[in-house]
């Protein structure tokens, strides 16, 4: 069993879902040396999230974040921590709803989307910064 690791530094991006399947796929060219196997994608940050969605219409990445952004709303009288802005508490949640990582299948040495499927960065601050993911690859 092959097992890689790579780090990758995203740029910082506006609020919004962002497609990154080919920034992660030339983060660890050692892909192709894995015939079967699994990639996991690792988000360190509490505020955005990843998540594997259409990857052709951009107006899906919009309705996304139309969604979210009615499903948790900022200036929640509510919310206790509020210190770091308006729409530090939302991301938290909106992070927590869509989760840390993904995980995609390896098959002949490429990642095992979906026709339409691609990885987005969801970025739920208004200026979240860059943002560090840790790509593990592992198989056969």
Known sequence: MKI????????????????ITSEITQAIPQLFEIRIG?????????????????????TVR???????????????PDYLHDYEGADDMPAHLKASMLGASVTIPI??????????????????RNYGGSRRLIIT???E
């Open 4 to 19: 890689f690791q790579e780090v990758l530094q995203l740029k910082e991006r506006k609020r919004g879902f962002h497609l």
């Open 38 to 58: 699994l990639c996991q994608v690792f988000i360190q940050h509490t505020s955005a999230s990843l998540t594997i969605n259409e990857n052709a219409d951009p």
């Open 137 to 139: 690859a592992w198989g």
């Open 107 to 124: 098959r002949m040495g490429r990642l095992a989307l979906g026709t339409w499927q691609g990885v987005y960065l969801c970025e739920h």
């Open 62 to 76: 919009q309705d996304f974040e139309t969604y979210f952004t009615k499903a948790v709303p900022e200036n929640d």
